[in-house]
């Protein structure tokens, strides 16, 4: 296996290649969760993976509570689906909750204080209510708890969040509020700790893999400990390769990846394809490292990616029917590659409802 398989393959298991879902909750089960801090992004991060589907159809999953967006894993937020959202929280959110510790104690958050907010909280949505957080900052504040700063009222909520005490509910324009989760998913399945980690494992590799045991660490959250046991459990279901003396995992039973030498994707920041791994190296081409140095956290940018590997950056300009995508490059294309990019962009129009335009240039960060 060559590192493009690799890359092919990724393409190919986490539905970049082909769309082949119909329900944005099936995306979001198979990957296991899609970070989701960037909520326009993390739509298209979906939608671009299902066939026929326009923003408007992600927003309304997301209002109707099929896909649901909560802090688990790392300490951002996720779309996960209600049929995870439960067990997930009870595997990853300790650990969340330990990398939280010495910010509770700046902002002087204790396990009192989380015990009155979320007391507060669950009187003020029970009822099927949904609430943004300016509607309830009076609430805590009636409860004797002070959210004049900005970041104490984030961890609050952040820590209901992992404790299962609130998820989001639909959009109120365009803020968006908290639910009680016991009543936005009253089906949530509960595992035990043993039986979550294997699924979590399983589900990482399938989806995500080839990838190795220290990416499915960053993923999650979770410990090698925990990922080597949860190996052990599924390693029936996976199988692995060496490659440049790293070991990577996957499905036992892969799908064969099409060719995709002239495959091309428009991605958003964020993307399941780069931050599901701590090693990106797979998907940047070795001449292109003083660009990305320049350029930052390339987790940040919308990416362009050309037979597996990224060959630059995107930015969009939304007009009333029109969005207009800016790409900087970091190499020449094709007339092929360039065709091959113009139909990716026709598809994230279409998914916004809007026509395409794109402009293709060669450009350093800076210039």
Sequence with gaps: MRPVDIAH???H??????PTFEHPKDVVEWLGAVQAQDYAA???????????????DLEQAFADGTILRTHVMRPTWHFVSPADIGWLLALTAPRVNAANT???RQLELNEIIFGRSQEA?????????????PELVPVLKQAGIATDDAQRLTHLMMRAELDGIVCSGGRQGKQFTYALLEERTPQAKTLDREEALAKLVRRYFTSHGP????????????TAADARVGLQMVSSHLQYEVVDGQTYWFSASPSPAKDLSQKASLLPNFDEYLVGYTDRSIVFDASHTHLLDA??????????VLDGRVVGTWKRTLNKDRVILTPSLFTSLGQAETDAFALSANHYGAFLDRSATLTFQVQEPGR
């Design 9 to 11: 393959q990724r393409l």
């Design 13 to 18: 298991n986490q539905h970049i290649a082909e």
């Design 42 to 56: 993390a739509l298209w991060a979906v939608g671009l993976r299902l066939q026929d589907v326009t923003s408007d």
């Design 102 to 104: 010495s910010r509770y």
């Design 121 to 133: 909280l669950v009187k003020a949505l029970q009822g099927g209510k949904q609430l943004t957080r």
């Design 211 to 222: 990838a190795t045991v220290h990416d499915f660490v960053w993923w999650s959250g979770l």
């Design 295 to 304: 350029w930052g956290n390339i987790l940040f940018h919308h990416t362009m």
